[in-house]
């Protein structure tokens, strides 16, 4: 069974940067898609970023141009490389894996992802 963990989250000042990381134990990343989503409070969680298993990416539009997402596949993990943050990004970071190999474009959207990590909180603010 994978099991996802995150890392990197904090409190940045606006304008500021982070990195997050989501590494995998248990199984292999490699050639699954991985995604990134947020929650916040009280509300839906957010789908923001994936990477499909052929390093195929997508962003929505409200991180696009200020997050990037990359594959590290010797260290097993996926990192979300995030600038000029706002406040209004603050929020709970999980990533999630698919339970299958995921050849073409990712999904950022929940149903597609099979293992999930706790999160990581993301604090923007002066």
């Known amino acids: 069974q994978v099991q996802l963990v995150e890392s990197g989250g904090g409190l940045v000042q606006p304008g500021g940067s982070l990195r997050l990381s989501c590494t995998a134990s248990?199984?292999?990343?490699?050639?699954?898609?991985v995604g990134w989503f947020r929650q916040f409070p009280g509300k839906e969680r957010e789908g923001i970023s994936c990477?499909?298993?052929?390093?195929?990416?997508g962003y929505a539009d409200s991180v696009k141009d200020r997050f990037t997402i990359s594959r590290d596949s010797a260290k097993n993990t996926v990192y979300l490389q995030m600038n000029t943050l706002k406040p209004e990004d603050t929020a709970v970071y999980s990533c999630?894996?698919?339970?299958?190999?995921?050849?073409?474009?990712?999904?950022?959207?929940?149903?597609?992802?099979?293992?999930w990590g706790q999160g990581t909180q993301v604090t923007v603010s002066s």
């Open positions: 999630a894996s698919t339970g299958q190999l995921w050849l073409g474009y990712c999904p950022i959207v929940a149903d597609s992802y099979d293992h």
């Open positions: 990477i499909g298993g052929t390093d195929k990416t």
């Open positions: 248990g199984g292999s990343l490699v050639g699954y898609a």
